[in-house]
């Protein structure tokens, strides 16, 4: 059979239905890899600077619990979680806020203003009113949240934990 | 380089007779009805694709499974399209398998010897009605829960064992977490576990009896 220089029909079948194959996979398969990667690319924020309100409310030599929720979108999930912050202002303008976590096991601390120190329920863990450990388990001291004064609004930095 | 990868492919998988016979099949002179069954098969894969893409976010459970499908639409890139092609794909199924019913039908094509690719083909048939009512449930909104409310009452009307069959379609009284979960299993693993089946045989039949010609006058 002599071969013609012309595509057979059979030839031109072939490359169509493959071609038109290959596009409808491209037009599902392309979209197909966004749709599943999507949310991994798209992490969420999680540090953000809250404002805890005028620093003319925390009294001075005195730690003050604030207390807030926020809340976290996970697909179509939401979490809130709430924090507390013990903001201590040793001066006028000296201020360190603390979180109200126990280092060692995460139970929340009070500020016990009688016997001036921030107490543990869980394990009796104390620690000073300047964050440090004074007796029990707790392996650090209080951690910190950065903060900042801006306009006389005491704001922190929420990082994530 | 690409011949002598398939001969020796070739030898030692029998790929040609394979293609011989499922594809290089004899055929009567037809027309573009004959096409439905090949388009119906397209649209399983479309749909068994789409949907297992689409088991990637959705939660089968009445508090999430609103919010979920919203995630899908809204939050994931092209989750619109996914879900898009599954919705009015498995409309598009059900036309064309219907249709492709009825040229069986009117074509006679159901005689002997090919009654029992009539049958599973009637089971394909019920199967594709099943996939489309229990999915129909799954966007858990009030059209879903209405719908099935309606279709779970249907089979109580018949005597004695009627109010029975409700209560086993919804697990219980009413259209609760129990249903949504069960018809999400129906919808995922059970009838497409039937239809896999079903259309192997199926298609097994038509390879071994070929498709039938068109009736002429003198039939």
Same mark, same amino acid.
């Given at each position: ?16 239905? &493959? ?27 999680? #540090? ?30 939401? =979490? ?82 | 380089? =690409? ?44 749909? %068994? ?17 609103? #919010? ?6 809204? &939050? ?14 498995? =409309? ?79 697990? &219980?009284? %009413? ?40 009736? =002429?006058?003198?039939?």
């Amino acid at each position: 059979m002599t071969k013609s220089p012309h595509m057979s029909r059979r030839e031109f079948v072939t490359i169509t239905v &493959g071609a038109l194959g290959a596009i409808m996979a491209a037009v599902i398969g392309l979209p197909a890899i966004g749709y599943l990667l999507s949310p991994a690319l798209r992490t969420q924020k999680t #540090d953000a600077w809250i404002a805890l309100g005028s620093l003319e409310n925390y009294p001075v030599g005195e730690p003050t619990l604030f207390t807030f929720t926020r809340t976290t979108v996970n697909g179509w999930e939401r =979490t809130a979680n709430s924090y507390g912050v013990y903001v201590y202002r040793k001066t006028e303008d000296q201020v360190t806020t603390f979180a109200n976590l126990c280092t060692h096991l995460s139970c929340r601390v009070t500020w016990q203003d009688d016997e001036q120190v921030y107490h543990c329920p869980c394990h009796d863990g104390l620690f000073d009113i300047d964050g440090i450990v004074v007796k029990g388990p707790p392996p650090r001291p209080l951690f910190q949240y950065p903060n900042k004064i801006e306009d006389g609004i005491l704001s922190i930095q929420l990082e994530q934990v | 380089m =690409t011949s002598k990868v398939m001969n020796w492919l070739d030898e030692r998988l029998g790929l040609t007779g394979i293609y011989d016979s499922v594809l290089d099949r004899n055929i009567p002179k037809v027309n573009w009805w004959f096409t439905l069954g090949s388009a119906s098969l397209f649209l399983v894969g479309l749909q %068994g694709i789409t949907g297992i893409f689409l088991t990637v976010y959705y939660v089968p459970s009445p508090d999430h499974a609103y #919010d979920s499908i919203q995630y899908i639409m809204n &939050g994931v890139a092209y989750g619109w399209l996914i879900r898009g092609i599954h919705h009015w794909g498995a =409309t598009l199924m059900v036309i064309v398998v219907f249709i492709h019913m009825l040229r069986t039908f009117y074509c006679a094509a159901y005689k002997y010897p090919r009654e029992l690719t009539w049958v599973t083909g009637v089971v394909l048939l019920l199967a594709t009605l099943g996939m489309g009512f229990t999915g129909y449930l799954l966007p858990m909104n009030q059209k879903a829960y209405w719908a099935t409310t309606v279709g779970t009452e249907i089979p109580g009307t018949i005597p004695i064992i009627g109010p029975f069959l409700t209560q086993v379609l919804r697990g &219980g009284v %009413g259209i609760s977490a129990v249903t949504l979960a069960r018809f999400f299993s129906l919808h995922i693993w059970f009838l497409p576990a039937l239809i896999a089946l079903t259309i192997g045989i199926h298609m097994y039949l038509i390879i071994r009896l070929g498709i039938s010609y068109i009736p =002429t006058k003198e039939d």
